[in-house]
């Protein structure tokens, strides 16, 4: 992703926080008087130290400025004091790359660096929070110049010791220059290319008719992220690749029916443009054969091959193969296309004899609501890759809209009884079900569906007819929660059906839960009363936390616990502690589950615990769930 900011960036670029003013102080040292007289001769007082607030600097003082920089070549056990910054000037070659690091230990006093010309011009900096700054720049002046380190302390009145190295290196070594524009291509690629700030590359490949031209670039891109693209003699890009990492890959096909050459332009991405960077190119030229199949020609849609004849199919540039299909009213069609997605990438496109979209995607769907019967015009063409083969089914997906038997339960009004079971739901219609919640307790009904086949959603009302509730999608689930003293009748009803066909299956079910129930590992609301299992089929009380002794994790091994609940009856969440309650991982989720995992990469056995907890403010009613968990080298 092109937004993140490299590992090897984070250090140079990281703000801090202005250094706060320091305090004036005093020289606290005493002078000495070695002529104490009074006449008119000059007095020749000493001062025992370097006015440098008590920091003992090092012995190669004075270097506080760009005029008293001293040559630079690299250092150990150097010092530097606030308010007395250390300059190294440094020579630097025509075309040669210098890049610097200074080592401290960043607790005993915040070093920066800076790297300047001679008019004290910023050239590079790194000013990070780290016990190592580093600084580059590449010399492209086409003379020899000098440049300046600047070490200062960022801690007002603070000091350190530092080091300091020099790496140097020549990017002006680039065997195929001037390769910087098309006109300008090399027709061969040398081996350890250099690709400079300052320019580009580009190589020319002749490529043959039916030719495949595959190239990979390698290179490091902490050392400066470099991108490729392929283009004609006009500057189209043909192909691009611009991932971040490496290698980068393109590749083109000529499929033009004649020879023709293109060329590869290497350029580094604008946002982490470094000096230079080493790179490699490998390419390769084979034949490619893209053979016919034998449904051929059905490149257009008036010669359409009847699917119920289809065989050996295959794909290759230029190509489109049409197919048709009859379908029959209420009919529901799913057409899917398999292939290798490492081969070929495939677009599948559901069309009228007029061309009107009816569906895409793969799997593309349709019903026919017309009373007659519809002929469809299945098209299958190349999203990518060059040629491969593939396979065309048709599968019917009409669903059974057999009328239940529960009708007329239209509305809440004339909701049927609760009961779980299969049924049939469809556009003009709504089924409803009256579910009898007992005193102090809940329910849940939960709705399942083909997804392909349409939509459903679940709606529950209390006995005043109000909506408490609304869940969508498949699965869907709603809670009944009752905390009164009587029994009370609330209604669920599947609605808002969507149906693609003329009607859509459902199952539904209901769950029954009464409040207050407990479970028997109990009592094991603390860490040290945790029950030593590792699965369970366990109730939450509204009021208190579960604990389990889930086993030893040895060092190398690995422990994954999942808890499986009904949402609407209660969310729940969990987290992994050891005996000294150090939290080891956490799942806070808002689905029908949660799972926590952790690794031992210490020296020693650790006994670990699943602690299990209603999420947020606890609700009026027993929550039941779940236990699974193991441990091993996975």
């Not at 197919?323 to 990438?345: K, N, R, T, Y």
């Not at 028997?520 to 699965?535: K, S, W």
């Not at 995992?597 to 609700?619: D, K, Q």
Request: aromatic share 6%; hydrophobic share 40%; net charge negative.
């Amino acid at each position: 992703m092109r937004g993140l900011v490299p590992l090897f960036l984070i250090g140079a670029t990281a703000c801090k926080p202005a250094a706060p003013t320091p305090p004036v102080e005093a020289d606290a040292d005493a002078d000495t008087d070695t002529d104490a007289d009074t006449d008119a001769d000059a007095d020749t007082d000493s001062d025992v130290d370097t006015d440098t607030e008590g920091c003992a600097d090092d012995a190669l003082e004075p270097n506080d400025d760009l005029g008293s920089a001293l040559p630079g070549a690299g250092g150990i056990g150097l010092v530097v004091c606030d308010d007395f910054d250390d300059f190294w000037s440094i020579e630097v070659a025509a075309g040669e790359q210098i890049d610097v690091s200074v080592v401290f230990e960043h607790a005993l006093g915040d070093l920066d660096v800076r790297l300047l010309d001679a008019s004290g011009t910023l050239l590079d900096e790194s000013e990070s929070t780290n016990d190592l700054e580093q600084v580059g720049w590449l010399n492209d002046t086409g003379s020899d110049t000098t440049v300046y380190l600047r070490v200062w302390v960022y801690t007002p009145g603070g000091s350190n010791t530092y080091q300091y190295s020099i790496e140097r290196s020549s990017c002006s070594t680039d065997p195929d220059e001037p390769n910087d524009s098309i006109a300008m291509a090399s027709t061969a690629v040398s081996s350890g290319q250099l690709l400079v700030a300052t320019n580009e590359d580009f190589f020319a490949y002749t490529v043959a008719d039916q030719e495949l031209l595959s190239i990979d670039l390698v290179h490091d891109p902490g050392m400066g992220d470099i991108d490729v693209e392929l283009q004609d003699a006009g500057g189209t890009v043909l192909d691009a690749s611009r991932t971040g990492g490496a290698p980068e890959s393109v590749a083109y096909f000529n499929d033009s029916g004649a020879e023709t050459t293109v060329y590869l332009r290497v350029f580094f991405w604008a946002s982490t443009v470094t000096s230079c960077n080493a790179y490699e190119v490998v390419s390769t030229l084979e034949p490619l054969v893209c053979t016919e199949d034998s449904s051929e020609p059905n490149d257009t849609l008036n010669t359409a091959t009847d699917v119920t004849s289809v065989t050996d199919l295959a794909l290759y540039p230029a190509d489109v193969d049409w197919f048709s299909l009859s379908v029959a009213p209420g009919q529901v069609v799913e057409v899917a296309v398999g292939h290798d997605p490492d081969a070929i990438g495939v677009d599948l496109v559901l069309q009228t004899a007029t061309q009107a979209v009816l569906a895409t995607g793969n799997p593309a769907i349709w019903a026919n609501d017309a009373a007659f019967d519809f002929t469809v015009y299945a098209r299958v063409s190349l999203d990518s890759g060059y040629c491969g083969p593939y396979t065309l089914d048709v599968i019917d997906r009409t669903p059974d809209c057999t009328p239940d038997l529960r009708e007329d339960d239209d509305d809440a009004d004339t909701a049927g009884p609760e009961e779980p079971g299969t049924f049939t739901v469809d556009a003009a219609d709504a089924d409803w079900f009256a579910v009898e919640v007992p005193a102090n307790s809940q329910a849940a009904a939960t709705l399942a569906f083909d997804a392909v086949l349409g939509e459903a959603m679940l709606e529950a009302r209390d006995p005043s007819g109000s909506v408490v509730a609304v869940s969508s999608g498949a699965p869907a689930s709603v809670g009944l929660l009752n905390p009164g003293a009587a029994s009370a009748t609330f209604t669920v009803g599947v609605v808002e059906a969507d149906p693609l066909g003329a009607c859509l299956p459902y199952t539904i079910d209901f769950v029954h839960q009464a409040c207050g129930a407990n479970d028997a590992f109990e009592p094991n609301d603390t860490p040290q009363t945790a029950t030593a299992v590792g699965t369970a089929d366990a109730l939450l009380d509204a009021a208190e936390l579960d604990h389990f002794a889930l086993g030893t994790v040895q060092p190398g091994e690995t422990l994954v616990a999942d808890v499986a609940f009904l949402h609407a009856l209660g969310d729940i969440d969990v987290r992994l502690i050891d005996s000294l309650w150090v939290e080891l991982d956490t799942s806070l989720g808002v689905s029908d589950g949660e799972r926590v995992e952790w690794t031992n990469t210490g020296p020693l056995a650790r006994v670990v615990i699943l602690e299990v907890r209603h999420a947020g403010s606890a609700p009026a009613c027993s929550t039941p769930y779940a236990l699974s968990s193991s441990i091993g080298v996975f």
